[in-house]
T-cell receptor, first 113, second 111 residues
Framework: GENVEQHPSTLSVQEGDSAVIKCTYS??????FPWYKQELGKRPQLIIDIRSNVGEKKDQRIAVTLNKTAKHFSLHITETQPEDSAVYFCAARPETSGSRLTFGEGTQLTVNP | DVKVTQSSRYLVKRTGEKVFLECVQDMDHENMFWYRQDPGLGLRLIYF???????EKGDIPEGYSVSREKKERFSLILESASTNQTSMYLC??????????FGPGTRLTVL
């Protein structure tokens, strides 16, 4: 089955700096890669996703890039703000798995004012 | 607005007890999922269901079972709770291959 590894496990940045979280996946049949944000005490929520026919996708201050050859994808947050502090999870979905996602271990991002 | 609710936010049970966690979604989603969340281990899939009475094992099904008698409701059952099942349990639902919407979670402590 699919295996997703996520790095780093913790990331601390100063407000205004950029943050990058990286994930690698094992199943070359994966074709959908969402990112979820979980604020303290709250439920995970989808913030951005990318499909395998696209190399990059942006939404305001967040962007995701995908390298299918290397089987890795990354989340980029620019101009970080304290409200970006949360746990971020990447996930991958193989074409053959139906609606099932495999999640990474999560990254605790702390943005210091 | 999709709503996924779980029966309890906090639950304390004793070793050997049978535990029921319930999840209800109000958006007619076909797919429902149960995850377990532990620090440093991410979200691990226990079971999922793509239709009423249909279920499939996830990555860590041992010690758990599920029931889906109605489309909107998906139950996770711990037949005989053990201390290593102390965790946060998250339910989610999705339509087709779309976004998964999560419930607020149930923090289960087994003493």
């Amino acid at each position: 089955g699919e295996n997703v590894e996520q790095h780093p496990s913790t990331l601390s940045v100063q407000e205004g700096d950029s943050a990058v979280i990286k994930c690698t996946y094992s199943d070359s049949a994966s074709n959908y890669f969402p990112w979820y944000k979980q604020e303290l005490g709250k439920r995970p929520q989808l913030i951005i996703d990318i499909r395998s026919n696209v190399g990059e996708k942006k939404d305001q201050r967040i962007a995701v890039t995908l390298n299918k050859t290397a089987k890795h994808f990354s989340l980029h947050i620019t101009e970080t703000q304290p409200e970006d502090s949360a746990v971020y999870f990447c996930a991958a979905r193989p074409e053959t798995s139906g609606s099932r996602l495999t999640f990474g271990e999560g990254t605790q991002l702390t943005v210091n004012p | 607005d999709v709503k996924v609710t779980q029966s309890s936010r906090y639950l304390v049970k004793r070793t050997g007890e049978k535990v029921f966690l319930e999840c209800v979604q109000d958006m007619d989603h076909e797919n429902m999922f149960w995850y377990r969340q532990d620090p440093g281990l991410g979200l691990r899939l226990i079971y999922f269901s793509y239709d009423v009475k249909m279920k499939e094992k996830g990555d860590i099904p041992e010690g758990y079972s599920v029931s889906r008698e109605k489309k909107e409701r998906f139950s996770l059952i711990l037949e005989s709770a053990s201390t290593n099942q102390t965790s946060m349990y998250l339910c989610a639902s999705s339509k087709d291959w779309g976004e998964q919407f999560f419930g607020p979670g149930t923090r289960l402590t087994v003493l």
